[in-house]
């Protein structure tokens, strides 16, 4: 018995070995205009397999496409379609460059501090204090989301005071929302809810 696992490996195992050993078939195929047929039969019956895609774009010459890389481009037949060219197929895509940021504290992550210095160019008034709150509540749920238990708003207050440099302006009365439906320990920042406009 021979298993599948003994057997050349499938180019396009969607397909099935049926219709690889077709291929192969049709690549040995001498006369010309009977290799032709073969391959738009072969290209039918790869359209009945996938049918529920036959709505999708150039679905056809998608067709072409697979029949022309199972016969590894050896197949020597007039393409209705300008096949796609191995090289693209077998092309590593270029490594993408990671962006190497010093980030302050991380758990904050590089926009939190990117907007507090926003915040900081801005003139003193009702725009600085509302982006300020903002992030104040944003570094908040950032750091709940990083560490339940070291939730504190005293933490996160000095935080954006260390930040901004000990000018963080705040509106009046400004209480920090809180971070989610009561899972939030009742102790957590205690006697830090309000935190004043400094003068």
Known sequence: MTYNTQREKLIMPEYGRVIQE???????????AERQRCAETIVDIMATMTEDQNQQPDYRHKLWDQLAIMSDYKLDVDYPYEIIQKDLITAKPKPLKYPMQRIRYRHYGHLTEAFIQKAKELPEGTEREELTAMMANYMKR??????????????VYADLEEYMGGEARLPEHFHFASVSS??????????SGKKKKKK
Do not use: Q
């Open 22 to 32: 077709m291929v192969d078939h049709c690549l040995s195929l001498e006369d010309r």
């Open 182 to 191: 009561g899972h939030l320990p009742d102790n957590a920042g205690a006697g």
């Open 142 to 155: 950032s750091l709940y989301n990083w560490n339940r238990d070291a939730m504190d708003e005293r933490k």
